[in-house]
């Protein structure tokens, strides 16, 4: 895979671009601003852009770019990352696009495996985001309140998941259950969550989980 | 002013006057009972009145009217002494020009055996005045001693207060200063700990990553590579933790004290000299004191420096008999001191001085170098 990288950070910049060898990507350019790396993929352009939010211009520069980005090169995958969880960075990552994009922590891609994975399935279309992420969203610190509580530990686990942007291939991988199983927990989930059924649809899927993830917060 | 010779005799016959002014009140009433002239029995009404206005301080402006128009007199000033600051002077008609030294009579008002202030009157009137006017200027005097008394009273209340809440004002702002400072420190720290040591952990994780993949696909070789790189990358941030943490307090200072603590910081300052005493060099002082004077003479090193570059600078240390005495000196351009700024690095330094109830003080001129000297009684 062809990658780009944007990072003021010189440290985590060259760090990466050591792990991306290792995976076996190919790292095209690797630049302290996205404004250079803007004109450096219309040029020469990648598969996915790796993108440090915090960078210039200040505050979240990475933001403006993936904007950009994601105008320019429609077919081009966008990885976010950041040092914190932030429920408004995803929320802004959301506007911008739900598919081939993704929001991780700095610190969970520091491995071979989590930094390939992640990529792959940004290249495959999917949307990324961060686990702890999606966890936060359905947990509670008050605990599971109203149509969350009806949920078994199970459909739980399945809509964590989906809040995480997996497919049900990936969330039955993750299982190790088959794919036929993880149709009826989501359908399950949709059901006592009211959802709309036919929102069952991968992209939708991802969308219509956030939101009501996202109301259920600020509900209560 | 001068004291009228003429009139020496009502102002200090103590017998006669004073000290016992109470007395001298119920004399007076007396005499009124018993029928002097009705004027003067009106002024003397009209004056003592001033002594029972209550709580208020007697309006003294008023009185000297009261006094000036009874004694027929073309203008009358009252004073009132204050303890360690001058008199304060009360003027009938309303703004009259300050009297001539030469046309004035002044004669003392005392109250039990101590000055309270003074009359004034035009000496023109006083050399005019015949029994039994003499006679009501002496009642008058001897009435005016308790009324002075407690307007002095009432003026040093009212100063004591007004410096009181200046004080408690200064604190408070002080206060707030020290909370903003506090604050604005501990963000720096934060950057610090988020810019630096986070990163330098980010880094040694992806270090871990490479290390885990090199070792999976069986590269040894520079999987041990690898290892030794995440063994410099921990000394580094090692090393760049003691730093962060050494900008809070430095090692030497905690351990070692003030003076080793200046040495090893500025030893290496060209064109900067140590002047330290060895009685300085042989003691701990507290460890408040030790951080305030290490730091306030790092930030007037730096100060130097930075306005007066090229200027030779010393730093003297002295153990004095009233405390421990600091002094940064740079004969560099100099500045006007009145003419910094109240934001500037100076108030900083003074506020941390006076935290451990020390005083700095800072000389300059253009052209004559700067001095910012500290003494912290101990």
């Known amino acids: ?220 | 002013m001068e004291q009228d010779p003429g009139l020496a005799a009502v102002a200090y016959p103590s017998e006669s006057v004073s000290p016992t002014a109470p007395r001298q009140i119920r004399d007076l009433v007396d005499r009124l009972a018993t029928g002097a002239s009705r004027h003067q029995d009106a002024v003397l009404a009209r004056v003592v009145a001033f002594s029972r206005t209550g709580r208020e301080a007697p309006d003294l402006d008023e009185l000297a009217r009261a006094v000036g128009e009874g004694l027929g007199a073309r203008w009358c000033r009252l004073s009132v002494s204050r303890t360690g600051v001058g008199e304060r002077s009360y003027r009938w008609p309303a703004g009259a020009d300050q009297p001539e030294a030469a046309a004035e009579s002044v004669v003392a008002v005392r109250f039990r055996d101590e000055q309270v202030g003074a009359i004034g009157l035009d000496t023109a009137t006083v050399t005019r005045l015949r029994r039994p006017g003499r006679r009501l200027f002496e009642d008058i005097v001897a009435v005016l001693g308790p009324i002075l008394h407690s307007a002095r009273l009432s003026l040093e209340l009212h100063e004591q207060l007004h410096t009181a809440v200046g004080r408690a004002q200064d604190i408070a702002a002080s206060r707030r200063r020290a909370v903003a400072q506090m604050e604005a420190e501990r963000r720096a720290l934060e950057r610090d700990l988020h810019d630096g040591a986070q990163h330098h952990l980010v880094a040694m994780r992806m270090t871990v990553g490479l290390l885990e993949h090199e070792l999976s696909t069986g590269a040894t070789a520079s999987a041990l590579a690898r290892l030794e790189q995440l063994t410099t990358q921990l000394d580094l941030t090692e090393g760049l933790l003691v730093s962060i943490a050494g900008g809070i307090l430095p090692v030497a200072l905690v351990t070692a004290g003030l003076v080793p603590a200046l040495e090893s910081e500025l030893r290496a300052v060209p064109g900067l000299r140590l002047d330290i005493e060895p009685a300085v060099a042989g003691r701990r002082y507290p460890a408040p004191v030790e951080t305030a004077v290490y730091f306030t003479c790092l930030e007037a090193v730096s100060n130097a420096r930075k306005h007066a570059a090229g200027a030779s600078v010393v730093v003297a240390l002295r153990d004095t008999y009233r405390g421990l005495s600091f002094e940064v000196s740079d004969d560099g351009p100099g500045f006007v001191p009145t003419k910094a700024r109240p934001d500037s690095g100076l108030v900083h330094l003074a506020e941390r001085i006076a935290a451990v109830r020390g005083t700095l003080t800072i000389r300059s001129a253009p052209g004559r170098g700067t001095i910012i000297a500290g003494l912290i009684p101990l």
């Not at chain 1, 760090?15 to 803007?38: F, I, N, R, T, Y």
């Not at chain 1, 790796?50 to 210039?56: H, K, Q, S, T, Y």
């Not at chain 1, 899927?205 to 939101?211: E, P």
């Open chain 1, 1 to 220: 895979m062809r990658v780009a990288i944007a990072e003021d950070g010189a440290l985590f910049r060259e760090g990466l671009v050591m792990l991306l060898a290792a995976a076996g990507h190919e790292v095209v350019h690797a630049v302290p601003d996205g404004g250079q790396l803007l004109d450096l993929v219309a040029a020469d352009p990648v598969d996915v852009a790796v993108l440090d939010i915090r960078m210039p211009p200040e505050p979240d520069g990475g933001l403006a770019i993936a904007e950009r980005l994601r105008a320019l090169h429609p077919e081009m995958g966008l990885l976010l990352l950041s040092h914190f969880a932030e429920t408004h960075y995803l929320m802004r990552i959301l506007e911008i696009g739900t598919r081939q994009i993704g929001y991780r922590l700095k610190d969970k891609v520091t491995s071979v495996t989590a930094l390939s994975d992640t990529l792959a399935r940004i290249a495959e279309g999917e949307i990324v985001i961060e686990p702890a992420l999606a966890a936060r969203l359905v947990d509670r610190p008050t605990g599971r309140q109203g149509k969350l509580a009806a949920l078994s530990e199970r459909e739980i686990e399945v809509l964590k998941l989906m809040a995480e942007g997996r497919s049900n291939n990936g969330i039955a991988a993750q299982l190790f259950v088959s794919s036929k199983a993880i149709e009826k927990h989501v359908a399950g989930i949709f059901a006592k969550l009211s959802l709309p059924a036919d929102a069952t649809a991968y992209h939708r899927r991802v969308l219509a989980v956030l939101a009501y993830l996202r109301t259920q917060r600020i509900e209560t």
